[in-house]
């Protein structure tokens, strides 16, 4: 990434943290709003610095360890501003803000590596892939937050003891409808990144499905999340239980962007996203 | 000298049956308010009448005899003989009043400290006063400061953060349950005041329906009326339970009405919405295993009281933080009263020396009659810049005095300096 841009993103980033960190503390409604207000421009800046990259580099910016994880913070940067429009929950700037941040500076602690964009890199649907894999994944992050959220909240309340966030997290209605919205979209997208993963698959290795780690646990994942859909809508889970396994799921679906990734083998793993021979 | 005075009574000092003879309702206040702009020596005032309290807040240069007039003022009104009315109030000079005035508005000096009416209350008084043209450069300023600290106060402090009173307190955890009220259902078991008064509340938060249940079925229909909600039967209470999400229980019945196994039946039927029990009957009406099922919430009066005094407890640590910025702005409200003592003193000096250059300047430019106009002019400018300049320095420094203390002092030797007094002695040289 353009590093006038990943610098400017970053310390906008900064600056909304700080502040949302300060609204939350000290309960300031302006600190909250401007904050949103600075994480929006970040998110504009962030935006237009990987459309360079991606024009740049002529394939999707998520092919190496470093700039998938700045893709990823983008990418929860846009659930949040999602969320946030729809349910007007500042506080939730409060979680995502550090996540975002910490991503960030983790991203600019690898070194550059040179990354070899081999021909199948370059189509229009691989960018369609990866994007909905983590736009979904960081829709995911979200009913992760919301879960965690949910889970103090509701522990406050049935054990009467109504400790200092009681006052500054959202009610449990929101929380939970948080937490549905947040599966559902997340669910679709991922869907769409996996199937239009495989037919990029189909393309570049003539098969739909090659039993690859990262294939496998994006399945495992995708169940997860599947499972808790339906219990939601069939069987009527809701709150704790709901949000007790949105975490759960999410425990899987970290395991699969970073794990798989950077302890598994396969044409998924970062050693060979980037061009490097597999052994 | 001018000096700030607040004269008044509140729920410490005086019985209620005191403050109920000195409450003004709305036309006796502006009787009274006349009355008091009328006293002589009261410069501005201002009146605050409330049921906790009365104070009576004015400026004046002779501080003894308009404190005795108000005294009096209020003696005739409440027909209580001014000895037996003088130890029921207090009497605030100076930076002593201003403290008194900030505290007041910011609700610190209340029955219920943070409760919000009054700031409003203190509003109205002062439109009063201004109305009525009795708020001048000093009142205006203080009320001013008193209704930004207050409002700063209520930001910054969680003085009127958390609920104090049981049913609102219950309201309040439903908003955290429920989100927004609109549209949920209550049901009411049983009456009482408390139970009334949280259905209350929750229609005043935009609840679809009330139902109202009682073992004597006239009863409900009487509170079910009240509240424009209907009455059920109290053998169809459970099949209700499946629609409302709200049941406040206040029932006589020695015996839980509400039980474990009759929830979690119900839960299924709900799809495990969620259900808030707010318990205020003694003994309790809903098992206390119930709050154990997931999605329900069971609070019981005790539950209710732990959080009050929670909440009691926190605002008292708030008010500690609100002193401190009472403190504050009553220093930074004494400092501006002190540079208003030395104006006066600096309007004279500048008219002396106006009337000097004036004066000297006719002389000579008689002398000079074929000046050219530009010339005319330029001497003009020079004995006007002159003037100016020679009286900066001494009038920064009185104004600096006058944020500091031994301003008195410097006054005293300013005015001497420049003989503001008019003593004769210009002739004795």
Redesign the interface.
């Known amino acids: 990434m353009d590093i006038v841009f990943f610098r400017l993103t970053l310390s906008l980033y900064l600056a909304a943290t700080a502040g949302f960190l300060y609204f939350i503390l000290k309960r300031n409604k302006k600190a909250g709003l401007w904050s949103h207000r600075i994480l929006l421009l970040g998110f504009a800046l962030h935006t237009v610095s990987l459309l360079i990259e991606y024009y740049h580099l002529g394939a999707v910016p998520g092919l190496s360890f470093k700039s998938s994880l700045a893709f990823f913070s983008w990418a929860i940067v846009a659930a949040y501003i999602i969320f946030q429009w729809k349910f007007g929950i500042l506080v939730l700037g409060s979680f995502v803000g550090p996540l975002s941040v910490i991503l960030m500076i983790f991203s600019s602690t690898i070194p550059i590596s040179a990354v070899t964009v081999r021909p199948i890199f370059k189509g229009l649907l691989l960018p369609v892939h990866v994007t909905a894999s983590l736009l979904g994944d960081g829709i995911f992050v979200i009913a992760c937050i919301a879960g965690i959220m949910y889970l103090i ?1 509701e522990r406050q ?2 054990t ?1 003891r ?1 400790g200092a966030f ?2 500054r997290l ?5 929380l939970d409808s948080i937490n549905y919205h947040a599966i559902s979209y997340g669910f679709l997208l991922l869907s769409i990144g996996m199937i239009i993963g495989s037919i990029v698959a189909q393309g570049a290795h003539g098969t739909y499905w090659r039993w690859d780690p990262k294939e496998v646990w994006s399945l495992l994942t995708w169940l997860c999340y599947a499972v808790l859909l339906h219990q939601r809508m069939a069987v ?6 709901s949000a007790l396994m949105a975490i759960g799921c999410f425990f899987i679906l970290i395991f699969t962007f970073l794990g798989v990734n950077l302890l598994m083998e396969g044409y998924h793993s970062f050693e060979s996203l980037e061009g490097k021979p597999l052994p | 000298m001018i000096r700030i005075v607040d004269i008044g009574m509140n729920h410490e000092t005086a019985p209620v049956e005191v403050r109920e003879l000195l409450s003004f309702g709305k036309q006796d206040r502006d009787m009274a308010f006349h009355d008091i702009q009328a006293i002589k020596n009261i410069k501005e005032s201002l009146l605050l009448s409330t049921c906790n309290r009365v104070e009576i807040l004015f400026t004046t240069e002779r501080e003894k005899e308009a404190k005795e007039s108000v005294i009096t003022f209020l003696s005739h009104v409440s027909g209580i003989a001014p000895g037996e009315l003088r130890p029921l109030l207090y009497i605030y000079n100076d930076q002593e009043a201003i403290r008194h005035i900030f505290r007041v508005g910011a609700s610190l000096d209340s029955m219920m400290v943070g409760e919000p009416q009054i700031l409003g209350q203190v509003k109205d008084a002062y439109r009063i006063a201004v109305d009525n043209k009795s708020s001048s450069v000093i009142l205006n300023r203080l009320m001013h400061r008193t209704f930004s600290l207050a409002k700063r106060i209520r930001t910054e402090t969680g003085i009127a ?2 609920a104090v009173s049981i049913s609102f307190a219950a309201v309040e ?1 439903a ?6 009220l609109t549209g949920k259902g209550v049901l009411l078991i049983g009456a009482g005041e408390m139970a009334e008064l949280a259905a209350t509340y929750l229609l005043n938060n935009n609840v679809a329906q009330m139902l109202v249940t009682n073992r004597t079925f006239s009863r409900a229909v009487e509170l079910a009326e009240q509240f424009q909600g209907s009455a059920i039967s109290f053998d169809e209470t459970e099949s209700q339970l499946l629609r409302v999400d709200i049941i406040i229980t206040s029932t006589a019945s020695p015996e839980p009405i509400i039980s474990f196994d009759q929830v979690r039946r119900i839960m299924k039927g709900r ?4 259900l808030f029990f707010i318990d205020i009957a003694v003994p309790r009406n809903v098992e206390s295993r119930v ?1 154990e099922i ?2 329900v ?1 069971v ?1 019981d009066i005790d ?1 209710l009281k ?2 009050i005094d ?1 909440n009691v407890g926190k605002r008292q640590a708030e008010a500690m933080k609100a002193e401190r910025m009472v403190d504050e702005e009553v220093l930074k409200f004494s400092a501006w009263l002190r540079t208003l003592k030395v104006v006066p003193t600096i309007r004279e000096l500048q008219e002396k020396c106006e009337r000097i250059y004036q004066g000297e300047l006719q002389k000579t430019l008689s002398g000079f009659k074929d000046l050219t106009p530009e010339q005319r002019n330029g001497v003009e400018m020079m004995a006007k810049s002159i003037t100016k300049k020679l009286l900066n320095d001494p009038i920064v420094f009185l104004k600096g005095k006058g944020e500091k203390g031994s301003q008195d002092l410097y006054l005293d030797i300013a005015r001497k300096l420049f003989n503001l007094d008019g003593d004769t002695r210009e002739g004795d040289e």
């Open positions: 909240q309340i049935k009467k109504l009681y006052a959202p009610s449990l209605n929101i009527g889970w809701r709150g704790r239980r | 953060g958390s955890l908003k955290k349950i429920f989100g927004d799809k495990n919405r969620p709050n997931g999605n919430f609070y539950d732990g959080i929670d």
